[in-house]
């Protein structure tokens, strides 16, 4: 990959190993997205979205998180972080509670059946994981390929603008 051959026409972009690589990391990660979500929506009852904020807020643990910090965490409007915490909170999955540190502010935070459900969530999730992200790898690259996207994911993250 030291030399980089011209591109000249589309054919020639259509099958550069640099172009189709991405286009793979994309195509794969929108595929195991869809198959790994609709497990946890299938039998857990809830979305893939869902189950990430779940696991924000299972990180945060207790007071909980403002709804901005949640939308950050998931790029989310102000107008869609209310109302997938609103959906949430009418499943029993999260709380709103009084910031102890700002009395004008709010902060989400897990139920115990939030609890619950993130845990069981998860392990269908690892299970799922292992099956179709881990189990196709041959052993003995598992490790380097986790570690590559360590990097990869840091990388792409240093490169964005510091969201405030």
């Not at 994981?129 to 490790?143: G, K, N, Q, T």
């Not at 792409?156 to 969201?163: H, I, K, N, T, V």
């Amino acid at each position: 990959m030291d030399e980089r051959a011209e591109i000249a026409t589309a054919k020639d972009a259509a099958s550069d190993e640099l172009i189709v690589s991405f286009g793979r990391l994309l195509g794969v990660a929108g595929r195991l997205g869809h198959i790994l979500g609709r497990a946890i929506e299938e039998e857990c009852g809830i979305s893939h979205l869902m189950y990430e904020v779940l696991l924000i807020l299972g990180r945060a643990g207790d007071p909980g998180l403002s709804m901005g910090a949640i939308g950050r965490e998931q790029v989310l409007t102000t107008g869609g972080v209310t109302r997938l915490v609103d959906r949430m909170e009418a499943a029993g999955l999260v709380e709103r509670t009084e910031d102890p540190g700002d009395r004008r502010g709010r902060l989400v935070r897990l139920t115990p059946h939030g609890e619950e459900i993130a845990v069981r969530a998860s392990r269908v999730h690892l299970a799922n994981i292992e099956r179709y992200f881990l189990d196709p790898l041959p052993v003995e690259h598992r490790a380097q390929f986790l570690a590559d996207l360590r990097i990869l994911s840091h990388a792409a993250r240093d490169a964005l603008p510091r969201m405030h």
